[in-house]
């Protein structure tokens, strides 16, 4: 056996920041000249605080997960019963309480006719799940039908079906020629809709259409409007072209609403959800879909069964918190919490939207997006990024801008102050970055 003592007693005398660059590969980070990594011991409400005492103002929602704040009690209560009951069970031949009062629970307040529940891990496998069903839906009735539609610019996840339908992109550039041929199309507009909506009625062979509902996240917090995607939506289903909505970022209030999709006139056949749904408590994913959809795959040809599965699928203490969240996402208070800061964002977007230094400023609900002026630098790896992410942080607040792009993202709990906080932040780097 290794004789590890040694390193274990050096390891001991170190700073946790020290002690991480010893032993973890961080996402999206160069390692070899990252700046060091922030220990965080404690989070509560829309705070997280490090080693050293200091506060942070989680204005991006770590990640855009956490909706109601962090070590939320009523959630942590909830968790915290369920360990002392059933911690896991394999959810092939078994089931449980929670994942069934979960889908029970959800699927009525999905927008429109969702009737299945499908639980995977997370975001990217949500995304995968859906892709898989709709390939093999076409498959299951005969028909092939294996083309895939997408947005430039879009970001559905870091698996390799879910990277198939991102947008090519620096995430993306050492798998390109292992990914699988998808169309991709530019976001709709009043300009371009007649030529889009002409198109899709005219491709042949095209399984399905994936899309993020208003707003490409990762791609730069890009919004379009709903009346351009009903149109597109409305030219998939004249064309039988299923309809994936990915609403792993938008979902549970984020634009408003409380799923961007209840913006459209047409509906999707397959929803994807994540992020949100535990309240940032932990993983789960899910894909919902229609009965139209979980019909094709039923058959006594065994074949025609949808071979997906995870070790941690259905999770009861995910599925726990995420009911516990949905009874926190659903009382008055919390839609009249994303109304307040969906005003606030508004306010703040008319003071800035003139400064010489915004080329370009966006809301969609809760987030609201701020595009610094760079000249012809508009890269997801501009100078610009981590100059602006160490200015936020010296003042307290994470702020993760995506190159030239920043945006506020925040728990719906955020006081009044701390965004007021946040939009002086801001005010003050255009002066001064």
């Excluded at 369920?82 to 069970?89: D, K």
Aim: negative net charge; charged residues 20%; aromatic residues 10%.
């Amino acid at each position: 056996m290794p004789d590890s003592s040694n390193r274990h007693t050096t390891s001991s005398q170190l700073n946790l920041t020290e002690r991480d660059k010893k032993v973890i590969w961080h996402p999206y980070t160069q390692m070899k000249n990252a700046l060091p990594h922030i220990p965080i011991v404690r989070g509560e409400g829309v705070y997280v605080f490090d080693e050293n005492g200091k506060r942070y103002i989680d204005a991006v929602s770590s990640w855009w997960v956490n909706i109601h704040g962090h070590s939320h009690p009523y959630i942590a209560q909830k968790v915290a019963e369920q360990l002392n009951v059933l911690e896991h069970v394999i959810f092939a031949g078994f089931t449980h309480e929670p994942a069934v009062l979960l889908a029970e629970r959800l699927l009525p307040i999905l927008p429109g006719k969702q009737d299945k529940v499908f639980y995977t891990d997370n975001g990217s496998t949500a995304v995968e799940v859906a892709l898989k069903m709709c390939l093999q839906y076409w498959d299951n009735r005969g028909t092939a039908k294996t083309k895939i539609l997408a947005f430039k610019n879009a970001y559905h996840g870091d698996t390799f079906g879910a990277m198939s339908v991102s947008g090519r992109s620096i995430f993306t550039d050492a798998f390109n020629s292992l990914l699988f041929d998808v169309e991709f199309i530019d976001l709709p507009d009043e300009g371009n809709i007649s030529n889009l909506t002409a198109h899709i009625l005219n491709l042949k062979d095209t399984a399905c259409f994936i899309f993020e509902p208003l707003i490409l996240g990762s791609g730069g917090m890009l919004m379009y409007e709903a009346k351009y995607l009903d149109q597109l939506l409305s030219a998939c289903k004249e064309a039988e072209i299923l309809i994936i909505a990915d609403e792993v970022m938008t979902g549970f209030g984020r634009t408003g609403t409380y799923f961007a999709c209840e913006k459209l006139t047409n509906k999707p056949d397959i929803i994807c959800l994540s992020k949100g749904l535990t309240g940032g408590t932990m993983p789960l994913g899910v894909t919902t879909c229609t009965n139209e959809i979980f019909e094709a795959f039923l058959s006594d040809n065994k074949l025609k069964t949808l071979y997906h599965g995870h070790s941690f699928t259905a999770n009861p203490i995910a599925c726990v918190a995420s009911l516990a969240s949905l009874d926190i996402l659903l009382k008055s208070e919390t839609l009249q919490n994303i109304k307040r800061i969906e005003a606030k964002h508004a306010v703040f977007l008319e003071e800035i939207k003139t400064h010489p230094k915004v080329k370009a400023i966006r809301q969609t609900g809760t987030i609201i997006a701020v595009e610094w002026e760079t000249g012809n630098e508009t890269s997801y790896l501009s100078n610009l990024r981590n100059s602006l992410y160490a200015y936020f942080l010296e003042k307290g607040i994470i702020l993760r801008p995506l190159g030239n792009i920043i945006y506020i993202l925040p728990p719906y709990i955020i006081s009044n102050e701390d965004l007021d906080y946040i939009y002086a932040a801001i005010k003050t780097a255009l002066e001064e970055v």
